[in-house]
């Protein structure tokens, strides 16, 4: 299986980005999580398999929408109102496959795939 994200630049504070993730055929929840430098791989969104349920973490609800186009295999992850604090390498991934049509991981160790990350840098 291999994901591939797209869509990352450098951007200045109070701009939009949207992160495109190819995942075509993956019937399973997909998250995106970022990292930044130093820092450990943190979650910030996740949609279910079906694209009915959706979250996020605090330091992104609002501003960060996270879709999919199960039709086209794609997830999205468009991010709005960016801030400095949301520089980082953003990777997109697939959760392990789970029965139930809700299931929205957040922890890392719930995803049985990555991307290899696109850079998000956004500029004061």
């Known amino acids: 299986v291999q994901l591939q994200a797209c869509g990352g630049g450098s951007v200045q504070a109070g701009d939009s980005l949207r992160l495109s993730c190819t995942a075509f055929g993956l019937n399973r929840a997909m998250g995106w999580f970022r990292q930044a430098p130093g820092k450990e791989r943190d979650f910030v969104a996740v949609?279910?398999?079906?694209?009915?349920?959706?979250s996020y973490s605090d330091s992104v609800k609002g501003r960060f929408t996270i879709s999919r186009d199960n039709a086209k295999g794609m997830v999205y992850l468009q991010m709005n109102s960016l801030k400095p604090e949301d520089t980082a390498v953003y990777y997109c991934?697939?959760?392990?496959?789970?029965?139930?049509?809700?299931?929205?991981?957040?922890?890392?160790?719930?995803?049985?795939?990555w991307g290899q990350g696109t850079q998000v840098t956004v500029s004061s």
């Open positions: 949609i279910n398999r079906v694209g009915s349920m959706t």
């Open positions: 991934a697939a959760a392990f496959a789970n029965p139930s049509s809700g299931y929205v991981p957040i922890r890392t160790t719930s995803y049985a795939y």
